[in-house]
């Protein structure tokens, strides 16, 4: 029985499989809903092997090279750029973080944190609320699927082993983490103008009444205020998370332009 024939069609499907499942696997190994402890690894495992199975029939593949060695550096690779994908993703909500990071130091909240399961770590209360809010934006906008469809366009323009490092990538990465910080600061400023407001009339007050006890008197102050001003600012809040995962998709794409073309 000649078992070569069988081999020629399973071999194909199989490394078109593991490229795809390469990707999907740097793409959850990012993301931040799903990279977390909260999702238990054969999830994400099952997560991952969903998506190689249902996507692999509508990948194409080059010929591939007959050295074990680079498959293996190949599948590396393409574990890298799925990283990449799910890495544009964790940096905007690294942003939110960072703007709740800010946020909770001045309203004083900087002592009362949350221990968040994902990371192990201690987090301000006002970054998990904007974190909550940003992945329901995130899911309502069906930006998951987006990210999905990436990796279909990533083979588009990146081609099974095809991906190269070069100075542009690392200056890719540093534009987006200088994003961040942006996006923080967009997000935490209508709170830090009213508290700084709120400082200055608690520091006339104290020079004026100097038997009034400021220090006691600011910490329900800047509370009220903060939160005050951050459900005034919801609107605001949610309108920017719905910009910046409308404009997450260029963001994607900027990327996998750079790894092809490096």
Partial sequence: MNVTAPLNIILPEFQSFLIVASRAGGIVAALPMLSGRTV?????????????????????????????????????????????????????????????????????????????????????????LFTIIASLVFLSLNVHMMVVSAIVSSFESIPPFGASLSPSV???????????????????????????????????????????????????LTIAAGLLVLSAAMPFTVSLFEQEFIGLQETIEGLLRVLGHG
């Fill in 40 to 128: 238990p690894p054969r999830i994400k495992v099952a997560l991952v092997l969903m998506l190689a199975l249902a996507l692999a029939p509508a990948i194409h593949l080059p010929p591939l090279p007959p050295d074990a060695t680079a498959i293996t550096a190949g599948l590396a690779s393409e574990l890298l750029i799925g990283f990449v994908i799910g890495m544009a993703v964790r940096l905007l909500f690294s942003a939110f973080e960072v703007a709740g990071e800010i946020v909770g130091a001045q309203m004083g909240f900087s002592i009362a944190q949350l221990l968040d399961p994902m990371t192990s770590v201690s987090t301000p209360m006002i970054g998990q």
């Fill in 170 to 220: 690392g200056e890719e990465v540093l534009r987006l983490s200088q994003h961040m910080f942006v996006v923080a600061v967009k997000l935490a400023g209508p709170v830090l103008v009213a508290l700084a407001l709120i400082n200055i009339l608690m520091a006339m007050l104290g020079r004026a009444v100097v038997q009034i006890n400021v220090f006691a008197l600011s910490f329900p």
